[in-house]
Structure formats: C-alpha cells, structure tokens
C-alpha cells in the first residue's frame, strides 16, 4: 500500500521567515495530495491540496509543489506568524473522486515572535 | 452550512465496555471516512463508507470494531469490549464525489478507556 514521509518532524522558525515541509510517496497511482492543519486539541483543516496534473499552487502566503516523477510533495510557507503555529500534515490518495488518505507522520511548526 | 458532526465529542469507557462513536457529514456529502489518531501520532485510515455500504475497510481492526452508514442518520463506529489500546482521537471525515476527494473533518471523538 502507499506509504507516506514527512521532514522535519519539528521545525522551529521566527516570525516572517519561511518554512517548508517536505513529503515522498510511495504508489506512483497516486494522484491527490492535501495539507491539514491541525491545532492542539482540534480537526484537522485542509489549507491546501494539489492534484497530479499540476506541479504548482499558490494560495495566498501558502503554497505546495509536487515532482511526480521524484514521487515528492512540498509544503511552503512564506512570511510566517505566530497562528501559524501548529501540526502540518502531508497525505496523498488515488482515485479521482474518492479513496482513503494516507498521512504522514506530522510537522509541529513554531513561529517565534 | 453545518460542518461534519460528530457525538459525543467526549467519551469515557471501563475496560470491557462498548463505544458507541456517531459522524454527520456535510450536507450533500455522501463519502464518509474514519481515522483513528493515537496521542502524538499522525492519523490512520480505519474505514470508508457510502450509503449503506463499506466500500473500503483495510485499516479497520478485524475483531470488536464495525462501522455502519445507514440510508438514514448518523454513521456510527462501534468498538465492542474496549481497552486501554483503544484509547485515541477519533475523526470522522466526508466528502463529494464532484469535489476531488476534498475531505472535510468534524471535530473528532476523544475516546477515553480506564
């Protein structure tokens, strides 16, 4: 089955520096890739996802890459803040409309005031 | 527009009893999905069910766990004879077939067993 990897497993930045979080999967059917963000205590949200006919996508102060054919995904967040504070999840999938998540292991990201 | 929902939020068992754990999708949402998240760890994929049928269960425990989405209400992850490995953060998610396999999360049911 797929298996996904997520670097680092902590990250510490200050505030309005940059973070990136990388990712690699394992099923080259895989074709959805999301992002969650989950604090202390909370849901997981979804910030972000991208899908495998596309390398690039940005919103706002976020945005993630995806390199199929090195079967890795990035995480990139610009200009951080203390609410950005939290656990990062990577998670990939197959199937065009439907089909479990297969997550990595988490980010805790602290941004330093 | 009511998220998913999901009850109780809290849940405390003795050893050996039942768990009875309840997921509402998201209007118009016909996929349902549970996760299982262990304290300070990622989450895991249990099981995955449209209307009346479980259309996926690989990630599901074999003995003591079923899940059900009846054509009407709530689905419902059921954990028979509890233990202390039971104890975890349990999220239900959903999601429509027209939206990529957009999966939104309800708030999760934190399972407690003494």
């Known amino acids: 089955g797929e298996n996904v990897e997520q670097h680092p497993s902590t990250l510490s930045v200050q505030e309005g520096d940059s973070a990136v979080i990388k990712c690699t999967y394992s099923d080259s059917a895989s074709n959805y890739f999301p992002w969650y963000k989950q604090e202390l205590g909370k849901r997981p949200q979804l910030i972000i996802d991208?899908?495998?006919?596309?390398g690039e996508k940005k919103d706002q102060r976020i945005a993630v890459t995806l390199n199929k054919t090195a079967k890795h995904f990035s995480l990139h967040i610009t200009e951080t803040q203390p609410e950005d504070s939290a656990v990062y999840f990577c998670a990939a999938s197959k199937g065009t409309s439907y089909g479990k998540l297969t997550f990595g292991q988490g980010t805790i990201l602290t941004v330093h005031p | 527009n009511a998220g998913v929902m999901q009850n109780p939020r809290h849940l405390v068992r003795r050893r050996g009893q039942e768990a009875r754990l309840r997921c509402s999708p998201m209007?118009?949402?016909?996929?349902v999905y549970w996760y299982r998240q262990l304290p300070e760890e990622g989450l895991k994929f249990m099981v995955y069910?449209?209307?009346?049928?479980?259309?996926?269960e690989s990630g599901m425990p074999k003995e003591r766990f079923s899940a059900e989405f009846p054509k009407e209400g709530p689905s419902i992850l059921r954990i028979q004879q509890v233990v202390r490995g039971d104890s975890a953060a349990y999220f239900c998610?959903?999601?429509?077939?027209?939206?990529?396999?957009?999966?939104?999360f309800g708030p999760g049911t934190r399972l407690t067993v003494l």
């Open positions: 069910l449209q209307k009346e049928n479980i259309i996926d």
């Open positions: 209007k118009g949402h016909s996929h």
């Open positions: 991208i899908r495998s006919n596309v």
């Open positions: 998610a959903s999601s429509n077939p027209g939206d990529y396999n957009e999966q939104f």
